[in-house]
DNA sequence: GAGTGATCAGGTCA
DNA sequence: CTGACCTGATCACT
């Protein structure tokens, strides 16, 4: 990929009011950036294939990739930061020790125009007003500050005390920093935010403007109406602790707040504040926003939190605790003729029960047991039995002559490897950094990842595999109306996790009537998905707009897993990342994909195919259906 | 182990 | 400025 490239199409890009934005600050320059440090494997200097894999230099590595991959040395200590670190332009805190302090000053007032993507502030008007883009890019930005202070305080663990709250902490500094949208609060609707979005922390619900009290779970905003201010409930938060009723995916029991006390016997409530609001609202018809919470089925001890839309509330009455306390209880009931949201989640919990409750079910489990959670396949839409024949199986399959010769060498960690131990060789490779949280999450897009492999004595429960372990996530192949078969999920996906590996046979190159090659030499859209820099000092994750590198073909024509079935879209929900670990000393690389944001359940599972550079014919790229408004019309 | 309760340090908004 | 509040991670205990 152009890796210098600015005109890409990152969340955020379009439609800024560049004159009301306060305080633009870049991440990435206008000029490709050229290491001089050719330190560090496996992308050191210039150009190289993947370790493992010494094939001939493509012609397309030359002609269409000139900018050479950025090495990741491992900073040492004192060490000035130079040309590599232009990136972080806005990182006031090392201005101090840079060299060249007046050229940086200069580069930022030239490319402050030229920016507004991913990084910097939100302009004021959408401050107030969001719509779709602005809410993706906040939660992108929240998440991938959450998961660098969540990988920060994994490194921390050992020293005792103080409470992990990534979430807090980057909801606080995004707040700080104008990282927010639909700061107005408003009844009804808010811009951007979608019926079935999903969301794992609260702040994130705060930062979007759906929700905007970080725990309480009624938010309500005082309305003049006839020269009264009248206060009214804007949104609540159903997530059990009160006992709601939410069995039926059309009503809902909620109950007020107060009456809990911690030491004291629960006491009665009273009808101030929420409770209040709830009640003005009922009287006046106003619609509420209902935000559901409920159990992760991947993650159980964390929440997940779908909106639901819009309910009013059709009754209210005072009930008696088991404890003799009185209780307000609120009766919503869902606006008709929205689309499904909760609702879904029901059905999907009726499948798991009993899996023949699945309308079009053909197969319960594609992969005949070769992963250890089962892949239904389903058709609602034709007669179609199922895809074309094909092999299941759930790893790479590798020809002999691209195996490693050199001896690989694993870590020499007892139990499991653990964050911020250097003598770890695997954490060494990269680049000192814990390549997942404590719960498995990707915290950094990076050219390589390294696990660790069966040549480390570490555990098998070390966090640091996490893309050998297969499938988590409760997978689904289906038949789209259009676009064949396809790919989606049952459970809902939090950004950063790991979905599945590409399987299929490593191969030397592709013939062009393979619809099931994985190419890892195609021109791909540039996303940012890091922490950006500048929102904390420790952050020293390089921009992620990496060239792609290395010639990596992997047919699932004969041979494949789930991912075969995933589709491509000009405006992806998933993203593959090279991982490498070691086995019966040798080396492996696997291409494994990650969630790119939180994905709902049923939604399909999606990936940028790239556009290859070998067609001299463009009338052999595919015609693009992926409906997204940012669709370049063909792939392939 | 999985599920649950207790505990505790944290945020925002009114 | 204080305090209420349907947090989220962790640990002890079934």
Redesign the pocket.
Known sequence: MDGGSCSNSVPGSANFDKSRVLDVKPLRTLVPVFPSNTQGPPFASGFPPFYPFNLPQGVNQQTHNPTPLRSFPVRQPNEVPGEQHEDDDNYEDEVFDDPKPLRKRARKARTTVASGDFVGAIGLSQREDGDREVVTNVLMRFDGLRRKLSQLEDVK?SMK?????????A??IL??KGVRTNMK?RIGAVPGVEIGDIF????EM?LVGLH???????D??IVKINLEDEPLAVS???????G?ETEDSNFLI?????G?N?KEQAADQKLE??NLALERSLHRGSEVRVIR?MKDAVN????VYVYDGLYTIQESWLEKAKSGSSTFKYKLVRVPGQPNAFAIWKSIEKWKEMISSRVGLILPDITSGAEKIPVSLVNEVDEEKGPACFKYFAAVQYPKSFKLTQPAYGCNCQNACQPGNLNCSCIRKNEGDFPYT?NGILVSRKPLIHECGSACPCLANCKNRVSQSGLKIRLEVFKTKERGWSLRSWDPVRAGTFICQYAGELIDKTSEDDDYVFDSTRDYESFSWNCESGLIDSSTDASDNYAIPSPVFISAKNIGNVARFMNHSCDPNTFWQPIMYEHSNESFLCIAFFALRHIPPMTELTYDYGISRSYTDPCKKKKCLCGSSKCRGHFG
């Not at 005390?161 to 902490?169: A, N, S, T, V, W």
């Not at 794992?200 to 702040?203: D, E, N």
């Not at 905007?212 to 009624?218: H, T």
Request: with cysteine.
């Open positions: 663990e005390g103080g409470i992990k709250r990534p979430d807090l902490k909801g606080n707040m700080s609060k794992f922390f609260r702040f705060c905007s009290q970080s725990m309480a779970g009624i309500y905003m609540i938060v159903s997530s059990g602790g009160y709601d909620y109950s007020g707040h107060g809990i911690k504040r929420g919470g159980t001890s964390a929440k404590a």
